[in-house]
């Protein structure tokens, strides 16, 4: 089993930054990629960003290079996600999720966290 408990949302005003972190816990994590993803009312999930448990190796969606950056925290042992120039469409619940690469662009998991609530106001 693994536990993942995600931290770090809130409010912000558009232009704002906000980074998210992601706990995981239980078996050994080291075959899988940490993903970002996201759900806003009314739309699906969507993909953000994943990492490897080592941290050498990251993928993205092109809609939010540029902005967000997933990156492993090794002093923590967090997966952090950092949004920049934040924007009201980015509200959402962040959610962070823990498989194999497929299985992650694929939008599908069996390790989910509970979501973090991020609101941007205009």
């Known amino acids: 089993q693994v536990q993942l408990v995600e931290s770090g949302g809130g409010l912000v005003q558009a232009g704002g930054s906000l980074r998210l972190s992601c706990a995981a816990s239980?078996?050994?994590?080291?075959?899988?990629?940490m993903g970002w993803f996201r759900q806003a009312p009314g739309k699906e999930r969507e993909f953000l960003a994943a990492?490897?448990?080592?941290?050498?190796?990251?993928r993205s969606q092109d809609s939010v290079k540029g902005r967000f950056t997933i990156s492993k925290n090794n002093a923590k042992n967090t997966i952090d996600l950092q949004m920049n120039s934040l924007k009201p469409d980015d509200t959402a619940v962040y959610y962070c999720?823990?498989?194999?690469?497929?299985?992650?662009?694929?939008?599908?998991?069996?390790?989910w966290g509970q979501g973090t609530q991020v609101t941007v106001s205009s």
């Open positions: 999720a823990a498989d194999l690469v497929p299985r992650l662009l694929a939008g599908r998991s069996d390790y």
């Open positions: 239980g078996r050994t994590l080291s075959a899988y990629f």
């Open positions: 990492i490897n448990w080592s941290g050498s190796s990251t």
